[in-house]
């Protein structure tokens, strides 16, 4: 059988943070992310008329490719009336992840996903956002970002810090992003893992085994205090911090 592939495409051209959904109707506006975002999360978008919402910032754009297995539509017939919901969540494989991938992309611990998907808070999206395909859990971005909020990127916050303390590397207070404690464990220069483990634990109180994920080091030359970021800590607080270390 043979599919039709349509596209919807859409550009903010305001000066807003814009809401769209199915990448052409406008749902509403708002005046900084974070009121977008937390807009985007009052939507229960498995039960909304939409397939998908995004948040446009100023200038950026979106589009939404989806098929129908309607043969009888023809391509001059008008693609508005489709059944998008249906034909993009069947259909559209992009915005679908493993339990694995998830827990890499929002910095959560190895097994929350799993455990949600069976008996915690994404139970209620299987066979609606979430599905088991043989032992490997699928779910769909827009039940993520639902019920963990947006994906969250240690390196952007990283660099949001570095421009906003204006750190070059020539300060005694020192701040570095690194994408696992593997990598933080080799860019120093103890001999032996117990060396590294004991003196994380000495100096920043944390227990290396049990941090996953990339992390951002908060550190000072000739000192025994700082802090190691994670994921599970709140954006604001990890700029508030670090701000209050390099005054």
Not at 31 to 53: P, Y
Request: with cysteine; net charge negative.
């Amino acid at each position: 059988m043979n599919h039709l592939t349509f596209t919807h495409k859409c550009t903010n051209n305001s000066n807003q943070f814009v809401l769209v959904g199915n990448a052409k109707e406008f749902i509403s506006k708002h005046d900084t992310l974070e009121k977008a975002s937390k807009a985007l999360k009052e939507i229960n978008v498995g039960r909304s008329k939409w397939a998908k919402v995004d948040i446009l910032a100023p200038g950026e754009s979106t589009e939404l490719k989806y098929l129908t297995k309607e043969i009888k539509k023809t391509v001059e017939h008008d693609p508005s009336d489709l059944d998008l919901t249906k034909a993009v969540k069947e259909l559209q494989m992009e915005s679908i992840m493993t339990s694995s991938e998830a827990e890499r992309r929002w910095g959560l611990k190895e097994g929350t996903i799993r455990s949600a998907c069976t008996r915690g808070k994404l139970k209620k999206y299987v066979g609606n956002g979430v599905k088991q395909t043989d032992r490997t859990w699928l779910v769909m971005e827009w039940v993520m970002i639902k019920e963990y909020g947006e994906e969250k990127s240690m390196k952007a916050i990283y660099e949001k810090a570095v421009k906003l303390v204006g750190y070059d590397g020539t300060t005694d207070e020192d701040v570095r992003y690194y994408d696992s404690m593997q990598d933080y464990r080799n860019d120093t220069q103890y001999d032996t893992d117990e060396d590294f483990n004991n003196a994380v634990s000495s100096v920043f109180n944390v227990d290396p085994n049990e941090v996953e994920g990339p992390i951002i080091v908060l550190d000072s030359i000739g000192s025994v205090d700082g802090e190691i970021f994670t994921s599970e800590d709140d954006e604001e607080y990890i700029l508030d911090a670090i701000q209050e270390y390099f005054k």
